[in-house]
């Protein structure tokens, strides 16, 4: 019983973190397409192959904070991880 629920919360994570990434690949295709560029453009902007940019827009794969933050940069949008009040 405790292997069964301890795969469903596994499943269950990684279900969330996946429907994670899907909707910010969503959100930066969406921005990418609002300022104009196609993924080659922003590919060799960002100093990416267009397929990377590709498998983020489609939630298949897992990036860094990094691809994050040059997305930010290059797209010009803004974004908040955290609230930075420590309680």
Same mark, same amino acid.
């Given at each position: 019983?405790?292997?069964?629920?301890?795969?469903?919360?596994?499943?269950?994570?990684?279900?969330?973190?996946?429907?994670?990434r899907?909707?910010?690949?969503q959100?930066?295709?969406?921005?990418?397409? +609002?300022?104009?560029? !196609?993924? $080659?453009? =922003? *590919?060799?902007?960002?100093?990416?192959?267009?397929?990377?940019? @590709?498998?983020?827009?489609?939630? +298949?794969?897992?990036? !860094?904070? $990094?691809? =994050? *933050?040059?997305?930010?940069l290059?797209?010009?949008?803004?974004? @908040?991880?955290?609230?930075?009040?420590?309680?």
């Open positions: 019983m405790v292997n069964r629920d301890s795969q469903l919360a596994k499943d269950s994570i990684e279900n969330y973190i996946h429907n994670c899907l909707k910010m690949g959100n930066i295709r969406g921005i990418r397409e +609002k300022r104009g560029y !196609s993924q $080659d453009e =922003l *590919a060799e902007i960002m100093g990416v192959n267009r397929t990377t940019i @590709s498998k983020i827009e489609n939630g +298949k794969f897992s990036f !860094s904070i $990094d691809y =994050l *933050a040059k997305f930010s290059f797209l010009d949008f803004n974004f @908040s991880l955290v609230d930075n009040q420590v309680i």
